[in-house]
Structure formats: C-alpha cells, structure tokens
C-alpha cells in the first residue's frame, strides 16, 4: 500500500487520493484552447448544456409517463401537463430541447464544415459527431413515439416500414427483408411491444450510447487540437510555454478555465434567454397539434411529415419511385460521414478561401434549406417537382466533390 | 511466449463470442421476435350481403385496416376481384404499398389516393400513380356462402397466389 501523509485541508486529502490537482489541470487549467475563434466555437458546451436539460426534464417526465398503450396518451397530456406540479414546464423544457438541440447540431455541423475541420487528423471528431448526430436521430424518434398520439403512430408506421427494404423483384430480392418490419415492431403494427421497446431505447439504451459518444467526441479533440478561424497550424507547447510565462498577448492560446469558459458562459446565457423564451412563449411550435389526437391504427392523418430536422432527409426519399428512393435516402444518411474523405484538398481554411468550395458549401446549405420547406409542402404539382430537382442536387454535390476539391492542391 | 499469450487470448475470445456471445444474441434476437400471443393468427369473419356499392368498408384484421369495396355493374371486372354471392368485391389491406399510410377511397373518381406521398390506385387496388411500387396486397382469404373469413386461405385465394396475384 502506498504511503500516505495525514493530510492538512480537504483539498490536499481528495488530492493524495484522486489527484484532483492533476486531473484540474490536465482537463482544465492548461486544456489550451486557441484565442482566435469566435462565438461558433461555443456551440459545443451549448450543446452539451442542452443535453443535460434533456436529461433533467426527462427524468422528471420518466416518474409519470406510462409506457402503455392505454394510458401512455393520458399519462402525458392530462397527468403530466394538468395535474403534476409544474409537470408542463418539464414537458415544454423536453419539446422544445428536442427540437432546438438539431438546430444547434446543424450549426455546429456546418460551422465544422466552412472551416475545415474534419480533415487532416480531425477525422474522428467528425466521424465522432456524426454518429452523435445518427444517435440523436434514433432518441429524438424513439421520443416521439412515446405520447402514442396519431403522429407518433403514423411516424412509427411509415419509418418501420422503410426496413422492409427494397421490392422483392430487386436483385432477386436479396435486398428484400421478409419478418424484419414485424421483429422491429413485436407486431404486425405499432402495438403495445412496439412502445415498450421504443420506450426502453429512448430512456435507456440511447441515452447511454449518446453519452459514451460525447466521451469519445471530446477525447477525439485532444490531440488534434480545436481549429481556428484561419485553420491555422501552431506549435501549442510554444503557445502554452508563452502563456504560463505571463506573455498572455503574445500567445496564441488561452486556458479552458477560466478564460475561454468565460466567454462560452456568456454565449451560453444568449442562448438560454432564446432557449428559454420559447418554452415559456412560443412552446407550440415543437408540438405538433395532430399528436393530440390519441393514436388510430384504422385512420392515417391527411398530412404526415417529419419535425422539421428531419424533412431534408425525408424530401430525398419522397420524390423518387420506392426503391431509387431508399437508395437515395441511404446515400443522404451517410453522404455526410463520407466528407472527410470525399474533400481531397490538403487546405484547412474557411470556405470562403479555398476556391470552387466556397460555391460548394453554399450552394449545399441553400440545397439543404428547399429541402427542408419542399419536406413540409404537401407532395403536389410543381413543389413535386423543385423538391426532385434539390434532391438530385444533393446527391451531386456530394458525388462531385473529390473533382470540387481537387484544384486546391496545385495552387 | 507471445505466441502462447495469443493462442490463449485467441482460444479465450473465441470460446467467449462461440459459446457466450452467439447464443446471447439469438437470445435476444428472440426476445424482440412478435409474441405468440400476437401471431396467433385472429380471424375475423365479414357478411358482406349487406354492403353497399361503390362504397368504401373498412374492417380490421391483425391490427390492420381491411377495404372491401363492392363494385357496381360499370366497374371494370379484374382478376383480382373476389366473387361472393355473385357480386364482385374488391378487398385488400388497405395500407399504400409504398410506406403504409392508409389510403383514402373516392366514390366519384373510383380511385384510392394516399395523402402521405400522393400515391394512387384504381378500384380493383392497382397502382396507377406515385411512389407505390405494387397494388394494395390482398389478405388471405376464405369465401363461404356470403361471407368472407380473413386470415384463411380458402382455394379462390389460393388460385389468386399460383398466378402471381395476391
């Protein structure tokens, strides 16, 4: 047994035992982050404050909600919205997280895509993120499932059924999966097993894989370093050396804590005025008004569309023929995990600065923008039309972007 | 000696996933499969004397809605019809073929459309329009007198089968 000292303060006796002083340091006090950045570096603590409200407000949903066909609708809308204290508050908190963390997620995306950091050792943050952005998918689903209303139901019908997979007449129907719709489900339609699983992945499984990715995403970060506005290459042992030695205006880095955290908390208060003016102000806009109707497997609402984070995806797969159209979804699903390798360019730098891929990221953020109102436009006309050509669109940008990047390297 | 450790992490890990791992996951395999209780198959008998023309029936069998349409004499006649008491009826699972929306009937247009993609279908269930890739699927069926009896195959269902239809 190691030899230990009676120790002087509370501080010194955690520290013989946990080296809290080091763990401090390494994690904090010299985590160096770089000093030119600006407020789209703090998506990512906005981002994890976010999922801790998700978790907090759930946990107080979880001791009322029944995971129950027949009581699942009720447990929601009348116990926990009128007759548990503050019940609505814990409910609007959950709703309105739900939706806004995709729009923080998208941010954070594209900001990591303009200036380049996915590349060049930033790999596996990228690929990192993107999983957390599947999973996220998979917990936001899985939650709206749960209050069993006619959208939860109908959403569950429509995205089981994409597995069952292409026509039988494809490829001799090897890619036909006969049974697999029903073994998802436990039911030849959402039913009672149907919840309970989905309930279990969503309060459950989920959740405990969302969190082992966050591990992974900001261990992900520490070797290749957090970029910067230029996509600037420094030595950070130099920066940190000048840092420490009190030429704090010379160096090219800051501390985590307490300076680059200052600045993150303040952004983060921003966002929580936002954050919070919507669920007490404008909460209705996560809740769909169709899913106060309690769920009916014999009487599918006139219009059924995803929230709005997933209506890019799903305008990919609408306006298509069934099977080019899950092709065409499959290809969306992973076209964004494929980015560093599709990007051939050497460069790290804003979008902006890299020739043809400046009118690439633009062009992909306004392609992704008609397809997220072509998403929520009912399937008629011309808007059939424009939503076939974004989709077609997006399928080249991704297909085209080795030959995008390519001339880059030569200047 | 690292040849030995290998051989042992080897024989380890592998008799670990063999006799561990497999099982394990066709145990869970199991556990998510449809209960008994669920594939049971219900049967649900329909009289269909007393149904009225070119008017959309909704019945419902495992938990999905069943159309029967009873086709007036200026309907077109199709081999997918079902003939009970020498009317002709149409009846499927009403789910569109493309995700499993329920489509809607319109009496003056003799056609299905699904809200969801725009999907159609003509009286006798056909796909004539959209993303549906096949006709509404024709449920195992038994005709006894005026009757229909889902989720038994009777030997009109079973011809309907031999030659491609349902």
Redesign the interface.
Known sequence: MAHFEKASSITEWLDQRLAITTVKKVMALEYWIPKNINFLWAMGMVLAFTFALLTISGIFLLMYYQPNVDTAFDSVNYTIMSEVGFGWLWRHIHGVAASVVFLIIYIHMFTGIYYGSYKKGREMIWLSGMLLFVVFSAEAFSGYMLPWGQMSY?AG??IT??FEGF?PDIAGGIMNAPGLV????????P?Q?FLS?FFMLHVLLLPLVIIGLIGLHFAALRIPHVNNQDGEEFDYHEAAKLYKEGKTKESKVIPFQPVFLSKDVFVLGVYLIFFFYLVFYHFNFAMDPVNFDPAD????????YPEWYFLWSYEIL?P????P?LIAFGFAQVAFFLLPFLDKSDTVAPANRRGLFKYWFWIMIVDMIVLTVMGKL???GIW?HIGLVAAVVFIALFVSLPWVTKNENRA | MSNRRDFMGIALGGFTALAGGLPALYAM?RS????PS?KAAGFTEVDLSTIPENELI?E?W????IFILKKSADMPQDPRDVVAGGARYHVSIGLCT?????PAYFPGEKKFKC????GEFDASGKNTFG????PLVIPPFKVDGNKIVLGEAGPEYLEMQKSGIA
């Open positions: 109908w019908m429509v059924n994409l026509s029903e073994w998802i489900r436990g039911d030849y339609v039913g097993a699983r497997g014999l009487k599918t609402p006139a219009h059924i609408r298509f023929p069934k099977d159209g009912p399937p008629q059939n | 395999k998510w499969d449809p209960l669920v909704t419902k495992r938990g999905k809605p493309h995700l499993g929306c329920i809200a969801c993609h725009g993303p549906p890739p096949k």
